[in-house]
């Protein structure tokens, strides 16, 4: 049997269309949300990752201000761009592009973006909301999987979840949101003993790792529901070959391309899981769905009266408030 496919484009294009009556409304009040985009340096992943949000803010009719500081910045001419955006009253999220060049002190400057317009949930502050379940912008990843599962009527609460990589951006926030949500939740890592057995409990998986096929089908329970965060390019023609050994098509874009995508996931764990995200098109869509979504709210919330009179309550909608940027209902009333 094949998994039933979970497909990111759509669930992202439901996002968009709640997304854009919001911008509508924000618009009749003469607001337009604003999202700064730093991208310092010219590392092409990097590159092409925040062209596809400003490509996105301009879809949805957000401003958008594109940053590029050169690779050699220093750290205080960086926090000097930070406390300018901060500053700015048009600009209502900040986002710089991880990861930043060595010489960069990169916690000082996520801690100096103000957290009211931290649109990435990286702030320590948006991070202990999160953790205390008290509402925040939460980390667009995280928050775009719990969008996945909810959309798709996938039960968390009381699921076995398993998340598969232990990182501030995805893994750490993921797993809060996972548990807030009542899943009984595990996180594995590198020193995780016997991993295969471990995954195989979920009945939820989401993998986080970054190396690419690295959970094959042996590490899922038939039935579970897969999320893959994974987007590896492989360039080998060895691996690529054995990792799509049962996939004609995806070889024959290598050979033309001579690169291809490749999750966290085996392409072949499709035959055991019940449900799951493609790569490309499940998790990656989201994740810039919920970038909108947090700019969005952010500036309902930074703009005070005029933001709110919209007819659309901030702590209720903002497309993806259950389960994402609010801690679901309950949660606050399980005790353990
Ligand atoms: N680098 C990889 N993922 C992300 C993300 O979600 N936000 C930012 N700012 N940088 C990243």
Do not use: W
């Amino acid at each position: 049997m094949s998994a039933r496919i979970l497909n990111g484009n759509a669930i992202r294009d439901q996002i968009y269309a709640e997304l854009e009556h919001q911008i509508s409304s924000l618009g009749a009040a003469g607001i337009r949300p604003g999202l700064a985009a730093v991208l310092v340096g010219d590392n092409p992943a990097s590159k092409l990752y925040v062209n596809s949000k400003i490509a996105a803010c301009r879809k949805l009719g957000l401003e958008s201000f594109f940053i590029t500081p050169p690779a050699a910045i220093s750290t205080e001419e960086l926090l000097r761009i930070i406390k300018e955006l901060n500053e700015r009253g048009d600009v209502d999220g900040i986002l710089v592009q991880m990861p930043l060049p060595p010489q960069i002190d990169s916690k000082k400057i996520l801690e100096a973006v103000d957290p009211s317009k931290d649109v990435d949930g990286f702030h320590p502050v948006n991070v202990g909301k999160l953790v205390a379940g008290r509402p925040s912008l939460v980390a667009c990843t995280p928050a775009g999987v719990m969008e996945i599962l909810r959309r798709s009527e996938i039960p968390v609460e009381g699921a076995n979840a398993v998340v598969v990589g232990r990182s501030d951006i995805v893994g750490k926030p993921m797993a809060l949101l996972l548990l807030h949500a009542n899943a009984t939740v595990t996180i594995c890592h590198s020193k995780t003993r016997d991993l295969p057995a471990t995954v195989r409990r979920a009945d939820i998986v989401v993998a986080a790792i970054g190396r690419p096929a690295m959970v094959t089908p042996d590490f899922i329970q038939p039935g579970a529901a897969v999320i893959d965060v994974g987007q590896n390019v492989v360039t080998s023609a060895a691996a690529a070959e054995n990792i799509f050994r049962n996939f004609p098509e995806k070889l024959e874009s290598f050979r033309a391309k001579g690169s291809v995508l490749v999750g966290d996931c085996h392409p072949d764990v499709v035959q055991t899981a019940g449900a799951f995200t493609p790569v490309p098109g499940g998790v990656g869509p989201l994740t810039i769905a919920m970038l909108m979504s947090n700019t969005v709210r952010a500036a309902r919330l930074r703009r005070g009266a005029a933001a709110t009179a919209t007819g659309v309550p901030v702590h209720e909608t903002a497309s993806a408030s259950r389960g994402a940027h609010a801690v679901p209902s309950g949660t606050q009333a399980a005790k353990s």
